[in-house]
């Protein structure tokens, strides 16, 4: 009798994860297995043993097995657009699901719940989810890559939409970008 692997319940909510959000860094598995290196380990075991795959940058995904999986236990793995554009969005997304995810004070909520798919957009076009912290909401943005003026000024629009009804957190690796636009958007 062939020994295989035998998931843990946090393999489980890793795989889970990913079937929601498609990638996670190797980083921030580190919030579901509780751990600081001991998931590096695991993870080589289930690419090993092909329930995940690697990505660039320390990235990983769903393997074959790993979809198998979830699909037995009935677990829908959702389909993302597969742009350029899109694959940097939801890098982001799972950044802030993989930090929230496993907190007692705080929730993220990612956009593709809050838009209905057979309804025209009524809300801002960029934000990334809602996060909820200390019973405050406030939508969530991310200048990320190479976004451009257009861009930003697009997401100008989406801020000045929004803010009368919540507050808004910017993400960023260029705060450059964002301050050139500070007489517009309000901190």
């Known amino acids: 009798m062939e020994k295989g692997l035998v998931l843990q319940e ?12 498609k990638t996670i860094t190797l980083d921030n598995t580190r919030y579901i297995y509780g751990t600081k290196t001991y998931q590096e380990k695991r993870i080589c075991h289930l690419v090993k043993e092909k329930y995940l795959i ?14 198998e999986f979830l699909s037995e236990i009935g677990t829908e793995i959702k389909v993302h657009c597969r742009n350029l554009n899109n694959l940097e969005r939801l ?15 705080m929730n993220f909520m990612p956009s593709w719940h809050l838009k ?9 076009r960029r934000y990334l989810g809602l996060l909820t912290f200390d019973q405050n909401f406030y939508t969530v943005y991310s200048v990320y890559g190479e976004k451009d003026n257009k861009y930003i000024t697009s997401l100008y629009y989406d801020l000045k939409k929004e803010r009368e009804f919540y507050n808004s957190i910017i993400f960023t690796n260029d705060i450059e970008k964002i301050l050139f636009y500070k007489k517009r958007i309000w901190f």
């Open 10 to 21: 946090r393999d489980v909510q890793l795989l889970e994860f990913l079937a929601e959000y």
């Open 116 to 124: 209905d798919r057979n309804a025209p957009t009524q809300d801002s």
């Open 91 to 105: 890098k982001v997304i799972s950044d802030i699901a993989a930090f929230t995810k496993f907190s007692n004070t």
């Open 54 to 67: 690697r990505l660039q940058h320390r990235e990983i995904a769903l393997g074959r097995k790993g979809k």
